[in-house]
């Protein structure tokens, strides 16, 4: 199998990166098998992609015969067993090891024989993945960035067991998403993570010893260093739990005490703020998902 003859995917957990990456799918004229733990979690999921691609046609960048074609191509599901007819699953869920290795079972059992399973995963290694499964060579990592409609990057991770030619079926199937390839080995946090997590994590200790405001900090890396978000909204954005749990995987996995998540960023996390995802995080916000003060 190669990149040209995967047809049909399916995408497991329809969260935002899983809707993300179901968009992109159907954009790209694949038929994709939207998967959650409930048909009615697909069902928001699939209804959250309309409602995005309606104001993509509000502004004008899309037809309205554009935007059905795409959502007609998507169809939610309750049951892993529904992507039985998949090329390619893609699985999307939580960052925690043990979630993934149970949906990587599932899929292994569901899927036919040559097809490929993908991880979306942030930090969690997909030799391990691959290791649950009987189609090791046959599994790999798909990181795509958050939004993924918007994010031109994703990131390919290369298990222990991944195959030449898994690898070039899913560079190619990134490419056809008009998406721009990197490749990692299977380290803990692979390369953007590696990079980032310790940044958003400095924010946090530099916010916790009372160096700055939240604004100030985030202020001084829009413009001392020129990123479009600060480290303290860009966290929110991507969902303290997860930068949590990426910190943690990279501490726990490289034994570094410099990747020990900051106090405050865990104490957020057991709060139950996780960003913007739960109006509350660094900052607070209204149900639109805009900042409407500080938090903290």
């Known amino acids: 199998m190669d990149g040209t003859t995967i047809r049909r995917i399916g995408v497991i957990g329809a969260g935002q990166m899983g809707r993300g990456i179901a968009q992109v799918a159907a954009a790209a004229g694949l038929e ?3 998967c959650d733990a409930t048909r009615e979690l697909a069902e928001k999921g699939k209804a959250q992609i309309a409602s995005a691609l309606a104001k993509q046609v509000e ?14 191509r998507v169809a939610p599901s309750g049951a892993i067993a529904d992507l039985a007819h998949a090329d390619l699953a893609v699985e999307a869920a939580t960052e925690n090891v043990d979630l993934k290795i149970d949906l990587f079972r599932n899929a292994d059992a569901a899927l036919p024989a040559g097809a490929i399973l993908a991880s979306n995963t942030s930090s969690i290694s997909i ?4 290791a649950a499964t009987r189609r090791p060579d046959r599994v790999i990592g798909m990181h795509f960035m958050n939004p993924v409609p918007l994010m031109k990057l994703v990131e390919i991770v290369r298990g222990v067991q991944t195959s030449d030619a898994t690898y070039e079926a899913v560079r190619d199937l990134a490419v056809r998403f008009g998406k721009t390839v990197i490749t990692s080995k299977d380290m803990p946090g692979f390369i953007v993570n590696r990079m980032l997590i310790p940044l958003l994590n400095e924010a946090c200790f530099a916010l916790q010893e009372g160096l700055s405001s939240p604004e100030d900090i985030d202020a001084g890396a829009r413009l001392g260093l020129n990123h479009p978000m600060g480290p303290l909204e860009l966290s929110d954005l991507i969902g303290l739990d997860t930068v949590l749990a990426i910190a943690d995987v990279l501490h726990r996995e490289l034994g570094d005490s410099k ?3 900051a106090t405050v960023l865990r104490n957020l996390v057991a709060a139950g703020w996780y960003g913007k995802k739960t109006g509350r995080g660094f900052y607070v916000y209204d149900d639109k998902g805009q900042k409407t003060g500080r938090a903290v």
Not at 63 to 70: G, I, K, M, S, V
Not at 127 to 130: G, K, N, S
């Open 127 to 130: 030799t391990r993945l691959a």
């Open 59 to 72: 502004k004008g960048k899309l037809t309205p015969e554009a935007r059905q074609d795409l959502l007609d």
């Open 32 to 34: 994709v098998a939207l």
């Open 259 to 261: 990747y020990r998540a």
